[in-house]
């Protein structure tokens, strides 16, 4: 047996089938139907028979695309130490290790390891949530096997099965057409084409041997389309990574993907601090050999500083925080892939949002309808029949017998099918469906009572759909549904408020303005007419067609979602921009943009075409709609705004938005329509394809940044006040006032909790009434290291004042332990500090996160026990205290609260005088 291409099977099986390119019969569409057949040895009237289905299966694998090598379990678990900070740490571990200090060794080993399983534990989670995802997909097939119909597992099909294929079916596999009855197919998936392509068997271009386009091969089916009218038989010729969509998704792989701002920033902080560490054990060291301090002693303060100098709970906090961001989004319909992209969306600037599905309900809905000289408002949207048809201007909304007459060839000239809000069909033919049933015409009735006796189907060419009905008294009535300058030109008469009349040009300029009027609006139009024959006619042709009467007109939208207009005016509000991007019409983006209050220009893919990048570099910002673009416009518009220094979200659903999604800081798949492709492709995949989800997740990122701010900013003065303290006692002649294990105490036990806390800080209530932060920004900008020197000079100052008094009056211990209680205890001020960062201290948000008190409040017991009970005081060198002695520390910590209270008191007058800090 040979493969489709005529290699023989034994070398396909050699070959690495998840790499493959599309390895189909590269001209099926060229060949007949029957060709194609032998080549792959299936009769389709019977189908494959088991045996040589499992034959193929072994050479041609599962029909589905190859997922990315998965690195191995334990790779990701040592991915987890590739850090500079972890770095640091493990070889503070390994030194205090060297020199005999067991106890410190073993504590850095140990928090290293927790932080370790935690980062891994948070990527198993996102890698969950996306295999949930998959399997929103359809995983089943209707096949012809051994003679008979299956239904079977889409990944289990092979090259050679016959699928069987109805209107609303996705397809499952590329193939060759063998039955094709009226069938359309909506491909905009793969090729971008918004409207749906008629197929037929009929091969196509038999004589040239140059590649025809995807989208002209019309005797083929592709993968993950979907079939939007008639019924289809079709060959499997490939599957999974060998179809086309294969194909795509395999050159997408070489893709690379912008760094997040969230990333940059913390690499940058992660080498700042890695200096900042080397410096401060480099000097002490030199410092203390000069002094003449043994060398062990100078070792052992050397990784009490490499402790102090790193926030060993900073990554811990930060997965911590991501992944509840992330566990949100989940909840409020976003799937988040990476975690960085919750904190990337909230840097936003721009937002390159798809119309149909996303800022639209992708639901046909008829919003108007002309007849007999009358406009009518249709009220209701999507597919479900709640709504009226009411005049324009009126409240009556009683259907007449003159409104089911102009809405009864909407009905019966249509093959599309509505039960419950659900639709098996075309949308557009659906949407006529629901605007008979809103004038009092049931479709399933009416169809029944007049059969179809013949048809002429919708032809691109001809531009109108025609069916054939029997009357009662034996006469056939033709209901004709098109555009209407073509049904202008087959009608005779026209419907008016006196019957049926002849069309007069009064009467043709009156419907070109209706037409027009619709048009202007981003609606689509259709026009409906019909005639009476006598008998039945011998042949169904166009010839067969009678003078008609142009009887109704009917105006066509796929409305805004009601969410996406308050979505669109808190992305004003927060200065984020959106431009629509749209395979529509100019006409129609254009509408629905006003609907939406998208200001901007209005340009098209050919006007594009027509520009150089820095003409529309220096347009961009004018630009609103773009429509009628192809895949590479949407890159050329993301790299365009990312070169301007813009922070770029893209929205996409198909195989051609991928580049695109790859290509900009957050791509955003659709969760429900996108396809596998995008899917992969993108950082974050809504559940609910709805725009405001994303607006959503723009306010969870910014929030997430401020709470990502408070908690560096609270531990770094934490790690600023920890070195403070060592050199000062160091150089005013006193021993460490902490050691390296109670150092790592405070970091871990101390401090993490109400970092953790932090972490979790409700957003502000003006978290979106701000602009964009500058993508540029640092976490740690001038401001913020000012603040977090300050406050770590003032606990340096408190901790080492305390320490060196108290050794004048109680025993060294008793010293040691206020010291080292007084450091914890700053930190419960500190954290109220850094939570307020630049607003006010004590304001109705500082009592919002209970979280937070709850932690303040388990750190000052927790510290309790370590001072007081004897197990304690073995591990950290504790010895209780008294009520006088634990007073001395808490007054002396609350000296950071007060300091900054005072600092933000006297800031205006200052900043008045010239003095900004």
Same mark, same amino acid.
């Given at each position: 047996?040979?493969?489709? /291409?005529?290699?023989?099977?034994?070398?396909?099986?050699r070959?690495?089938?998840?790499?493959?390119?599309p390895?189909?019969?590269?001209?099926?569409?060229r060949?007949a139907?029957?060709?194609v057949?032998d080549?792959?040895?299936?009769d389709?009237?019977?189908?494959?028979?088991?045996g040589?289905?499992?034959e193929?299966a072994?050479?041609y694998?599962?029909?589905?695309?190859?997922?990315?090598?998965r690195?191995?379990?334990?790779?990701?678990f040592?991915?987890?130490?590739?850090?500079?900070?972890i770095?640091?740490?493990?070889?503070?571990?390994?030194?205090?290790?060297?020199?005999?200090?067991?106890r410190?060794?073993?504590?850095?080993?140990?928090v290293?390891?927790?932080?370790?399983?935690?980062?891994?534990?948070?990527?198993?989670?996102?890698?969950?949530?996306?295999e949930a995802?998959?399997r929103?997909?359809?995983?089943?097939?209707?096949v012809?096997?051994?003679?008979?119909?299956?239904?079977?597992?889409?990944q289990?099909?092979?090259?050679?099965?016959?699928?069987l294929?109805e209107?609303? /079916?996705?397809?499952p596999?590329?193939g060759?057409?063998?039955?094709?009855?009226?069938?359309?197919?909506?491909?905009?998936?793969?090729?971008?084409e918004?409207?749906?392509?008629?197929k037929?068997?009929?091969?196509?271009?038999?004589?040239s041997t140059?590649?025809?386009?995807?989208?002209?091969?019309?005797?083929?089916?592709?993968?993950?389309?979907?079939l939007?009218?008639?019924r289809?038989?079709?060959i499997?010729?490939?599957?999974?990574?060998?179809?086309?969509?294969?194909?795509?998704?395999?050159?997408?792989?070489t893709g690379t993907?912008?760094?997040?701002?969230?990333?940059?920033?913390?690499?940058?902080?992660?080498?700042?601090?890695?200096?900042?560490?080397?410096?401060?054990?480099?000097?002490?060291?030199? !410092?203390a050999?000069?002094?003449?301090?043994s060398?062990?002693?100078?070792?052992?303060?050397a990784?009490?500083?490499?402790?102090?100098?790193?926030?060993?709970?900073?990554?811990?906090?930060?997965?911590?925080?991501?992944?509840?961001?992330?566990?949100?989004?989940?909840?409020?319909?976003?799937?988040?892939?990476?975690?960085?992209?919750v904190?990337?969306?909230g840097?936003?600037?721009?937002?390159?949002?798809?119309?149909?599905?996303?800022?639209?309900?992708n639901?046909?809905?008829?919003r108007?309808?002309?007849?007999?000289?009358?406009?009518?408002?249709v009220t209701?949207?999507?597919?479900?029949?709640?709504?009226a048809?009411?005049?324009?201007?009126? %409240?009556?909304?009683?259907p007449?017998?003159?409104?089911?007459?102009a809405v009864?060839?909407?009905?019966?000239c249509n093959?599309?099918?509505v039960?419950?809000g659900?639709?098996i069909?075309d949308?557009?033919?659906?949407?006529?469906?629901?605007?008979?049933?809103?004038?009092?015409?049931?479709?399933?009735?009416?169809?029944?009572e007049?059969?179809?006796?013949?048809?002429?189907?919708? %032809?691109?060419?001809?531009?109108?759909?025609a069916?054939?009905?029997?009357e009662?008294?034996?006469?056939?009535?033709?209901?004709?549904?098109?555009?209407?300058?073509?049904?202008?030109?087959?009608?005779?008469d026209?419907?008016?408020?006196?019957?049926?009349?002849?069309?007069?040009?009064?009467h043709?300029?009156?419907?070109?303005?209706?037409?027009?009027?619709?048009?202007?609006?981003?609606l689509?139009?259709?026009?409906a007419?019909?005639?009476?024959? %006598?008998g039945?006619p011998?042949?169904?042709?166009?010839?067969?067609?009678?003078?008609?009467?142009?009887?109704?007109?009917?105006?066509?939208?796929?409305?805004?979602?009601?969410q996406?207009?308050?979505?669109?005016?808190?992305?004003?509000?927060?200065?984020?921009?959106?431009?629509m991007?749209?395979?529509?019409?100019?006409?129609?983006?254009?509408?629905?943009?006003?609907?939406?209050?998208?200001?901007?220009?209005?340009?098209?893919?050919?006007?594009?075409?027509?520009?150089?990048?820095e003409?529309?570099a220096?347009?961009?910002?004018?630009?609103?709609?773009?429509?009628?673009?192809?895949?590479?416009?949407?890159v050329?518009?993301?790299?365009?705004?990312?070169?301007?220094?813009?922070?770029?979200?893209?929205?996409?659903?198909?195989?051609?938005?991928?580049a695109?999604?790859?290509?900009a800081?957050?791509?955003?798949a659709?969760?429900?329509?996108?396809?596998?492709?995008?899917?992969?492709?993108?950082?974050?995949?809504?559940?609910?394809? /709805?725009?405001?989800?994303?607006?959503?997740?723009?306010?969870e990122?910014?929030?997430?940044?401020?709470?990502?701010?408070?908690?560096?900013?609270f531990?770094?003065?934490t790690?600023?006040?920890?070195?403070?303290?060592?050199?000062s006692?160091?150089?005013?002649?006193?021993?460490?006032?902490?050691?390296?294990?109670?150092?790592?105490?405070?970091?871990?036990?101390?401090?993490?909790?109400p970092?953790?806390?932090?972490?979790?800080?409700?957003?502000?209530?003006?978290v979106?009434?701000?602009?964009?932060?500058?993508?540029?920004?640092?976490?740690l900008?001038?401001?913020?290291?000012?603040a977090?020197?300050?406050?770590?000079a003032?606990?340096?100052?408190g901790?080492v004042?305390?320490?060196?008094?108290?050794?004048?009056?109680v025993?060294?211990?008793?010293?040691?332990t206020?010291?080292?209680t007084?450091?914890?205890?700053?930190?419960?001020?500190?954290?109220? !500090?850094?939570?307020?960062?630049?607003g006010?201290?004590?304001?109705?948000?500082?009592?919002?996160n209970?979280?937070?008190?709850?932690?303040?409040?388990g750190?000052?017991?927790?510290?309790?026990?370590?001072?007081h009970?004897?197990?304690?005081?073995?591990?950290?060198?504790t010895?209780p205290?008294t009520?006088?002695?634990?007073a001395?520390?808490?007054?002396?910590?609350?000296t950071v609260?007060l300091?900054?209270?005072?600092l933000?008191?006297v800031?205006?007058?200052l900043r008045?005088?010239?003095?900004?800090?």
């Open positions: 047996m040979t493969t489709l /291409d005529g290699q023989p099977v034994s070398e396909v099986a070959a690495d089938t998840a790499t493959q390119a390895t189909g019969e590269p001209d099926a569409y060949q139907p029957a060709q057949a080549r792959l040895g299936v389709p009237g019977v189908g494959l028979s088991t040589q289905v499992s193929r072994a050479v694998g599962a029909n589905r695309l190859s997922e990315p090598a690195r191995p379990e334990w790779l990701k040592l991915d987890q130490f590739r850090n500079w900070l770095g640091i740490l493990l070889i503070a571990a390994v030194v205090a290790g060297a020199i005999g200090d067991i410190d060794a073993v504590v850095i080993t140990f290293l390891l927790v932080n370790a399983v935690l980062g891994y534990w948070q990527e198993r989670r996102a890698e969950h949530s996306l995802l998959r929103m997909l359809v995983p089943t097939a209707r012809r096997r051994n003679g008979t119909e299956q239904v079977v597992e889409a289990l099909l092979v090259p050679g099965d016959v699928v294929l209107a609303g /079916d996705r397809i596999a590329d060759r057409l063998i039955v094709a009855e009226k069938v359309e197919v909506a491909e905009a998936a793969l090729t971008g918004s409207q749906p392509v008629t037929s068997v009929t091969a196509v271009d038999h004589t140059a590649p025809v386009a995807l989208a002209e091969r019309t005797s083929m089916l592709f993968m993950n389309t979907a939007t009218r008639g289809a038989e079709m499997v010729t490939a599957t999974g990574m060998r179809t086309e969509l294969g194909a795509i998704a395999e050159a997408l792989r993907e912008p760094p997040s701002p969230l990333q940059v920033q913390l690499d940058s902080l992660g080498r700042r601090l890695a200096l900042l560490s080397g410096v401060a054990v480099v000097a002490y060291a030199l !410092s050999l000069v002094r003449g301090e060398l062990s002693d100078v070792a052992l303060q990784v009490a500083l490499a402790v102090a100098a790193i926030p060993e709970g900073l990554p811990a906090v930060l997965a911590l925080t991501l992944a509840l961001g992330v566990h949100r989004m989940a909840r409020r319909g976003a799937i988040v892939k990476r975690l960085a992209a904190e990337s969306l840097a936003a600037t721009v937002v390159c949002s798809d119309k149909t599905g996303t800022l639209t309900l639901e046909m809905t008829v108007t309808l002309w007849t007999a000289g009358r406009l009518y408002d209701g949207e999507g597919y479900g029949t709640a709504g048809v009411r005049v324009h201007g009126a %409240d009556d909304t009683s007449t017998d003159d409104l089911r007459d009864l060839p909407f009905a019966l093959d599309a099918h039960t419950d659900v639709f069909g949308p557009t033919e659906a949407a006529l469906v629901v605007l008979a049933a809103k004038a009092g015409v049931d479709a399933d009735w009416v169809r029944t007049l059969p179809r006796t013949g048809e002429l189907p919708f %032809d691109a060419a001809t531009k109108y759909m069916t054939f009905h029997t009662p008294d034996g006469r056939t009535r033709v209901h004709v549904k098109g555009a209407v300058d073509v049904l202008m030109g087959m009608c005779t026209v419907l008016t408020e006196d019957g049926a009349c002849a069309l007069d040009e009064g043709r300029d009156e419907i070109l303005a209706v037409t027009g009027q619709f048009g202007s609006t981003g689509r139009v259709l026009g007419a019909t005639a009476l024959m %006598d039945t011998s042949k169904f042709a166009p010839a067969a067609l009678p003078g008609l009467t142009l009887v109704s007109v009917a105006g066509i939208a796929d409305p805004p979602r009601p996406a207009r308050e979505a669109m005016a808190l992305c004003r509000m927060a200065g984020v921009a959106v431009k991007i749209t395979g529509d019409h100019a006409d129609t983006a254009a509408a629905i943009a006003r609907e939406l209050d998208i200001e901007g220009d209005v340009v098209t893919g050919t006007e594009l075409d027509r520009m150089t990048e003409q529309l220096e347009r961009m910002d004018d630009i609103g709609v773009f429509a009628r673009v192809a895949p590479e416009h949407k050329l518009i993301v790299r365009t705004l990312t070169n301007r220094g813009h922070i770029v979200a893209m929205t996409g659903d198909g195989v051609n938005d991928a695109a999604l790859k290509a800081h957050i791509g955003v659709m969760g429900i329509t996108g396809t596998d492709v995008a899917k992969e492709a993108a950082d974050v995949v809504l559940t609910d394809d /709805d725009f405001s989800t994303i607006v959503r997740a723009v306010r990122g910014r929030a997430i940044y401020a709470n990502i701010v408070k908690f560096v900013r531990q770094l003065a790690n600023i006040g920890a070195i403070l303290t060592l050199f006692a160091s150089l005013a002649g006193l021993p460490s006032p902490l050691t390296a294990a109670q150092l790592l105490w405070v970091n871990i036990i101390m401090d993490g909790p970092a953790m806390a932090l972490a979790v800080d409700p957003a502000r209530d003006d979106m009434r701000h602009p964009p932060r500058d993508p540029r920004e640092r976490i900008d001038a401001r913020r290291l000012f977090i020197g300050r406050a770590g003032v606990m340096a100052m901790t004042t305390l320490f060196a008094v108290a050794r004048s009056y025993d060294p211990d008793t010293a040691l206020m010291a080292f007084t450091f914890v205890l700053f930190q419960l001020f500190n954290a109220l !500090s850094a939570r307020a960062d630049d006010p201290l004590l304001d109705r948000q500082q009592f919002r209970r979280a937070l008190w709850l932690c303040l409040a750190v000052l017991a927790v510290q309790v026990v370590v001072v009970l004897p197990w304690a005081h073995t591990v950290f060198g010895v205290l009520v006088t002695q634990w001395l520390c808490l007054g002396t910590a609350s609260l300091a900054e209270f005072v933000r008191a800031r205006p007058v008045k005088a010239g003095v900004r800090f």
